[in-house]
């Protein structure tokens, strides 16, 4: 009788430490609006918050600068370049500006094939890095001289037509800020390719 009775005997100690069943339940309230507040931490990286799948994947994602180039239908080419670089950490989370060629400017111009062959690496990241500007901290007040990742100045000015364009590329009026860093879609070069 004294086995029987020792399971109710600890079952209902068990209640009493909890709470209760109403007290419970308005402790886990309490704790799960504390949860809602805080970001979900990435393992090494305090300030960013883990990402569903559909975020990552969804067209145009609004996760990273990188994120967008991989997930738009329309920078199949920059993705290969970028891909490529060196400056791929850099374009992902940096928080700096990346000016996103279109593929319309690589179906219509060839001087850019070769460019991801062996032994041009350099001429690679060189152009990669001249579609990344810092210091821009706004996609309302794009117009400006900002710093590329070549330390070189570069301009975003109005043309004759009253477009914006930065050097050989024309804005499409699609800028999108993501998680870490803007992106601005364009048409055409920044600069012509440098090779080696």
Same mark, same amino acid.
């Given at each position: 009788?004294?086995?029987?009775?020792?399971?109710?005997?600890?079952?209902?100690?068990?209640?009493?430490?909890?709470?209760?069943?109403?007290?419970?339940?308005?402790?886990?309230?309490?704790?799960?609006?504390?949860?809602?507040?805080?970001?979900?931490?990435?393992?090494?990286?305090?300030?960013?918050?883990?990402?569903?799948?559909?975020?990552?994947?969804?067209?145009?994602?609004?996760?990273?600068?990188?994120?967008?180039?991989?997930?738009?239908?329309?920078?199949?080419?920059?993705?290969?370049?970028?891909?490529?670089?060196?400056?791929?950490?850099?374009?992902?989370?940096? %928080?700096?500006?990346? #000016?996103?060629? @279109?593929?319309? +400017?690589?179906?219509?111009?060839?001087?850019?094939?070769?460019? =991801?062959? &062996?032994?041009?690496?350099?001429?690679?990241?060189?152009?990669?890095?001249?579609?990344?500007?810092?210091?821009?901290?706004?996609?309302?007040?794009?117009?400006?001289?900002?710093?590329?990742?070549?330390?070189?100045?570069?301009?975003?000015?109005?043309?004759?037509?009253?477009?914006?364009?930065?050097? %050989?590329?024309?804005? #499409?009026?699609? @800028?999108?800020? +993501?998680?870490?860093?803007?992106?601005?879609?364009?048409?055409? =070069?920044? &600069?012509?390719?440098?090779?080696?």
């Amino acid at each position: 009788m004294k086995l029987h009775l020792l399971p109710l005997a600890f079952l209902s100690l068990l209640i009493a430490a909890c709470g209760g069943a109403g007290d419970g339940a308005a402790a886990t309230d309490g704790a799960s609006e504390t949860q809602q507040e805080q970001p979900v931490k990435v393992k090494g990286e305090g300030r960013k918050r883990a990402y569903t799948p559909e975020e990552l994947n969804e067209p145009y994602s609004r996760v990273s600068p990188w994120r967008y180039i991989v997930t738009s239908p329309e920078a199949q080419y920059f993705e290969r370049m970028v891909g490529k670089s060196s400056l791929a950490r850099t374009v992902h989370n940096s %928080g700096h500006a990346i #000016l996103v060629p @279109e593929d319309l +400017t690589f179906t219509q111009n060839g001087e850019w094939k070769g460019i =991801l062959d &062996e032994g041009q690496e350099e001429a690679l990241d060189r152009f990669v890095g001249a579609h990344v500007l810092k210091g821009i901290k706004s996609m309302k007040m794009l117009e400006g001289t900002y710093e590329n990742m070549n330390g070189e100045m570069v301009s975003i000015e109005r043309d004759a037509q009253g477009q914006l364009v930065c050097g %050989g590329a024309r804005l #499409l009026g699609r @800028e999108m800020e +993501t998680d870490n860093g803007l992106v601005i879609p364009v048409v055409g =070069l920044v &600069e012509s390719i440098q090779w080696e």
